[in-house]
């Protein structure tokens, strides 16, 4: 296994439960790529270096086949979405608590999320399983939801966020409560198909709400450690791997280029001209803060929620996400924040709270974004600047330095727009394959794409058991 993020951990401790030896390459002195958690301002604060909330995590066949002991928190809501005027939407776990605060949108908000948060169950295997869906996923879902709302959902699901936003609500509100949910694509929202991570987002929050683990990320790589060293697993840390092992199976956490790099001449001229067009997207900005108190929120339902999006309306999310695609990244930032330490106190000593954001720049961006977001986050909550004790932040070269996989601090491993969302990395009949036997790619570049779901490195695992003939 090379690269120990939770797609490589989760391929590894698939090929070890099929009874294989496994080891385990990892640049870096710890374990777990994108899910680390460290004291990155001061002594006793914890803070997630990558991933932070896990509601792709919560819901991964991954994690669920995989029997991990990951002690979730389950904030009261999922999202918090602030407005100037002091008042707040909230993504609560009831579809109908959430569209009442929609007004004369509450309706559309309803009919489009609250038939797909209940057939979650039959969502899940399609959008996060491996690609392509097993044709009897397929079937089961459409049976579930009824040929109709199937492909209503699926053609919005593809659509533009910008469209679905403007097509279906009237109101500023449902508006860019709409957008904040789509920007985690990393799309401009008028670039195809952002509206579907809206929809997904948000029908996961009523399915199954935003939760992260107790203590930190690194709690989701600790229970995959955990379950590899009761079999035998070898971990070595601080090693590089420079080029392709020796071994009956080969399963690489990398990125199209780093595979390149690791084939040195092996790979088909054909093969590596492909991964070479494999395009990454913006980069992200990181802050962590230790603070002396929890938020100030001028929205009293922003305490309710681990997650909050700062970005006000539609046209102002929108100008944000444009940013990060041009190499102006002027304007106000649209910044994902979440609160850990109010519902989990171990990240933070008694009284103190913790605090991680960040906002998308351009690929690479040497921009210091501190006061920007900061600016954002005293907008909605005024006194937070007097909070700050300590704080750290990641520009994109430094997300890279920590992970190569970050390529200019591209967190979803490559552009997740329609020409990159199954075709990753290459259009090949199964993308988690190479050319060269027994060598399988399982990083964010193969599908379902970016996340803390281990569903890259579980089907790949899948596929080198089934082509080594020890599964059926
Ligand atoms: C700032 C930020 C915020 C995020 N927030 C969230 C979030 O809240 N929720 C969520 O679900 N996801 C989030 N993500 C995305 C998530 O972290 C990634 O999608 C996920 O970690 C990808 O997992 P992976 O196993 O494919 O790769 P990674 O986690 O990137 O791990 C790859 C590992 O391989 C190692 N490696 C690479 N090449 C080599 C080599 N040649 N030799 C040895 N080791 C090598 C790297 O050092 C790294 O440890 C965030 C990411 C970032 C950067």
Redesign the pocket.
């Known amino acids: 296994m090379?690269?120990?993020?939770?797609?490589?951990l989760a391929g590894a401790l698939t090929l070890a439960r099929a009874g294989l030896r496994v080891e385990v390459?990892?640049?870096?002195a710890t374990l777990?790529?994108?899910?680390r958690t460290a004291e990155l301002t001061l002594p006793g604060f914890r803070h997630d270096t990558?991933?932070?909330?896990?509601p792709?995590?919560r819901a991964s066949p991954a994690f669920r086949a995989l029997e991990l002991d990951v002690d979730w928190v389950e904030p009261p809501a999922a999202v918090a979405h602030p407005f100037d005027d002091g008042t707040a939407v909230v993504l609560e776990r009831s579809v109908e608590a959430t569209a009442s605060q929609l007004g004369s949108d509450g309706h559309a908000y309803a009919r489009l999320v609250g038939p797909l948060a209940e057939a979650w169950a039959g969502i899940a295997p399609v959008l996060l399983g491996p690609y392509p869906p097993p044709p009897r996923a397929l079937a089961a879902l459409a049976r579930s939801l009824g040929a109709g709302v199937l492909g209503r959902s699926a053609r919005l699901a593809l659509s533009d966020a910008r469209s679905v936003a403007e097509s279906l609500f009237a109101g500023e509100r449902a508006r860019g409560f709409f957008a904040g949910h789509a920007a985690h694509s990393l799309l401009p929202l008028e670039r195809r198909p952002s509206a579907g991570f809206g929809l997904s987002l948000a029908v996961l929050g009523h399915a199954l709400g935003w939760g992260f683990p107790r203590g930190g990320s690194a709690g989701i790589v600790e229970a995959l450690v955990e379950e590899l060293s009761r079999r035998g697993c070898v971990f070595h840390t601080s090693?590089?791997?420079?080029a392709l092992p020796a071994a009956d199976i080969v399963l690489a956490?990398?990125m199209p280029r780093?595979l390149v790099r690791?084939g040195g001449g092996r790979l088909p001229a054909r093969y590596v001209a492909a991964l070479s067009r494999y395009r990454h997207g913006p980069g992200?900005f990181?802050l962590d803060w230790a603070l002396d108190g929890a938020i100030p929120w001028r929205a009293e339902g922003c305490r309710r929620a681990a997650t909050v999006h700062l970005g006000g309306t539609l046209d102002e999310i929108s100008r944000s996400e444009r940013a990060a695609w041009s190499n102006d990244p002027g304007g106000r930032p649209f910044v994902l924040l979440a609160q850990h330490s109010l519902f989990d106190s171990t990240r933070a000593p008694a009284g103190k709270h913790t605090a991680w954001a960040?906002c998308h720049v351009p690929s690479g961006s040497r921009t210091d974004m501190t006061a920007a977001i900061e600016d954002q986050v005293e907008r909605f909550a005024p006194g937070f600047r007097e909070l700050i004790l300590a704080r750290s932040a990641l520009a994109p070269a430094e997300?890279e330095a920590r992970?190569?996989?970050?390529v200019g601090g591209d967190?979803?491993?490559g552009v997740m727009d329609l020409g990159q969302l199954v075709f990753r990395p290459v259009r090949r009949a199964n993308p988690y394959r190479t050319p060269l036997a027994g060598v399988y790619l399982c990083?964010?570049a193969t599908p379902p794409g970016?996340?803390?779901?281990g569903m890259?490195?579980l089907a790949a695992a899948q596929l080198a058991l089934r082509e080594l003939g020890r599964l059926s």
């Open positions: 090379i690269g120990s993020g939770p797609n490589g390459y990892e640049e870096q777990g790529g994108g899910a990558c991933s932070a909330i896990h792709l995590g090693a590089r791997v420079d956490d990398v780093e690791l992200a990181k960040y997300l992970n190569r996989n970050l967190l979803n491993g990083s964010s970016g996340g803390v779901h890259c490195g």
